[in-house]
């Protein structure tokens, strides 16, 4: 009898152009309600940056950013943009992913075609970044409306979003794969998201946390993804780019894969 | 055992253990182009972990899966773009009307979208769901939707349909439809492996039938050839208040068997002929003269036994 070698779930992606028609098939369902799905991600990131931006605005006044005085509204925004980039990736990869993976068994069906797991996967990582994507790029279209920034520099903040959503969509994804039922990705998140999203310089300067709480602030994702955003915002280009980037690689990196071996973990009863 | 050259699909020595339990245990068959294999068993034979390990989604312990000249897992994008699947489970997309549904599915196989929307029509009027082509599934009734599930598996015009379990749970009407689909595939010379509960489904469409219990091959055979092999030809059931009761009189040397289930006595016998006289002298019992058939065979081969654990 031959014995058959179990394959580590480790082993490295096999990624094909196969997760395309996976994409279109997100695609397509969105399509049919993107516009109430529209109104529902920016509205409640513009209620922060109206609520906060002009009411605490009013009180703080302006904000020192590397030694340059910006309005409090401007760094809201940079920062909050990338908190919203970050909500959208997650939500989509988390309550979504799961309702296609576990609930309506669409993965099952799609494995019953000739697509393998690696390009569901990687085809729910890039749509949930999509969805990032969308959600900021509306954003970006009300802040542009609202005159809170014209910096030209917000062209390449663009690609910068995405890659936020990129991070974010593939560390969710781990947690998906180990998702029980939705109630799980509560943990997520208010013990990861919520916290992050007041450590990560988003609502005021990273120099008023203590000095250990801002090292751990560090090595956030959340941070780095605002280090390289806000001078974006501010028409600067970021003084050290190359370490929140690759800070951001590593994350979006590390956890596809991880994600990716939960998921074959979890398929392969 | 060498692997037959004409066959379409083999499977050859496949054991696939969880744990303690060995669920598959070396298992082997073959399917030759247009032929049916019915593969029946209780719940818990391990049916469905065979045609997942046929699709390689499951990961045998031994043993080789072998279709269209292909290797499993190895070729597994290679062989399912020739399979068609309908699983036990209804995976339809309840977001598309039935022609989206079809569409998405044809563009999983790398099929052109104009392909595909010429192809939508006939598989539509096949499934009988021409009318219904702007449904979502939550509109459709439980035989709809399999068919539907069914016109999604032949997308890609497959050579081979895996279904597992394909009129489970459906209404008589419902069932006997998707029975006269299936006989129009294998007319045009498709093949197809079958798992089902219902012996007459095996019966009608099966060209081979196999036999499963705890992962193993306990038999297998063309359906009639089965029957004559393990059981007699006649059968009498009796029933009603003190039936079982004849289990244990003389009435019991007219059989070559009798097995007791539930509130039923069954004769097994090669001639009926001497008991049924003698069973008119209880006329508060109810008597049913029949030929033996896969049911008989299969609770003999399986047991009567309800399993808790299935």
């Given at each position: 009898m031959s014995q058959v070698t179990q394959r580590s779930v480790w082993r490295a992606p096999a990624l094909t152009w196969r997760w395309w028609p996976v994409f279109r098939r997100n695609w397509l369902v969105w399509k049919k309600l993107a516009i109430p799905s529209l109104v529902g991600n920016i509205a409640e990131p513009l209620m922060w940056l109206v609520a906060f931006g002009y009411g605490m605005g009013a009180l703080v006044g302006r904000v020192t950013v590397d030694g340059v005085q910006v309005p409090y509204i401007l760094f809201l925004a940079s920062g909050s943009i990338c908190m919203s980039a970050m909500n959208a990736a997650s939500f989509e990869a988390l309550y979504s992913a799961f309702s296609r993976m576990h609930v309506q068994k669409t993965w099952d069906g799609i494995m019953n075609a000739p697509v393998n797991l690696d390009d569901i996967v990687l085809a729910e990582m890039l749509w949930a970044a999509f969805k990032a994507i969308f959600t900021v790029t509306a954003i970006l279209g009300v802040m542009l409306a609202l005159g809170i920034s014209y910096s030209p520099k917000l062209l390449v903040a663009w690609p910068v979003l995405l890659g936020v959503g990129i991070t974010f969509s593939c560390v969710a994804l781990i947690f998906n794969a180990l998702a029980?039922?939705?109630?799980?990705?509560t943990y997520y998140f208010t013990l990861f998201l919520t916290p992050m999203m007041f450590l990560s310089g988003i609502f005021f300067p990273l120099e008023q946390l203590p000095p250990v709480v801002r090292a751990i602030s560090q090595g956030l994702p959340l941070t780095n993804a605002v280090a390289l955003v806000r001078p974006l915002f501010m028409d600067q280009w970021p003084a050290d780019w190359l370490r929140p980037l690759a800070v951001l690689a590593t994350y979006a990196g590390l956890g596809f894969w991880v994600a990716l071996a939960l998921t074959r973990k979890r398929f392969r009863a | 055992m060498p692997i037959m050259p004409e066959s379409i699909l083999s499977v050859q020595h496949l054991v696939k253990r969880y744990g303690e339990a060995?669920?598959?245990?070396d298992l082997s068959f073959a399917i030759a182009p247009g032929e049916c294999l019915g593969v029946i068993g209780p719940?818990?034979?391990g049916k469905t972990t065979t045609i997942r390990m046929c699709l390689g989604l499951t990961v045998p312990d031994e043993g080789t899966v072998t279709a269209f000249g292909l290797q499993m897992p190895h070729d597994a994008l290679a062989i399912k773009a020739q399979l068609g699947v309908v699983s036990q489970m209804d995976t339809l997309d309840p977001d598309f009307d039935c022609a989206e549904n079809l569409l998405v599915y044809g563009r999983y196989f790398g099929l052109k979208d104009a392909q595909i929307r010429e192809r939508i029509p006939s598989l539509l009027a096949f499934a009988s769901l021409s009318a219904k082509a702007h449904a979502k599934p939550g509109e459709l009734s439980g035989g709809m939707k399999r068919r539907l599930s069914l016109a999604r598996a032949l997308v890609n015009n497959p050579r081979l349909l895996l279904l597992d379990e394909p009129t489970t749970g459906l209404d008589p009407q419902a069932r006997h439809l998707m029975w006269e689909r299936l006989q129009l595939l294998l007319q045009e010379g498709k093949s197809i492996l079958l798992t089902t509960h219902f012996m007459d489904e095996a019966e009608r469409l099966c060209h081979r039938l196999l036999v499963v219990d705890h992962g193993k091959k306990i038999a297998e055979g063309a359906p009639r050839d089965l029957i004559r092999q393990y059981l007699e030809p006649e059968v009498v059931e009796v029933f009603g208040?003190?039936?079982?009761?004849?289990?244990?009189?003389?009435?019991?040397?007219?059989?070559a068997r009798v097995e007791l289930s539930g509130e039923t006595v069954f004769f097994y016998t090669g001639d009926a002929k001497p008991l049924l006289p003698a069973l008119?002298?209880?006329?508060q019992l109810r008597t049913l003269h029949r030929p033996a058939n896969l049911e008989d065979l299969f609770l003999k081969l399986t047991g009567r036994q309800i399993r808790e654990d299935a």
């Open positions: 029980k039922g939705y109630d799980f990705f | 060995t669920v598959v245990s719940n818990g034979a208040i003190g039936a079982l009761a004849l289990a244990d009189t003389p009435l019991k040397a007219l059989a008119a002298a209880h006329p």
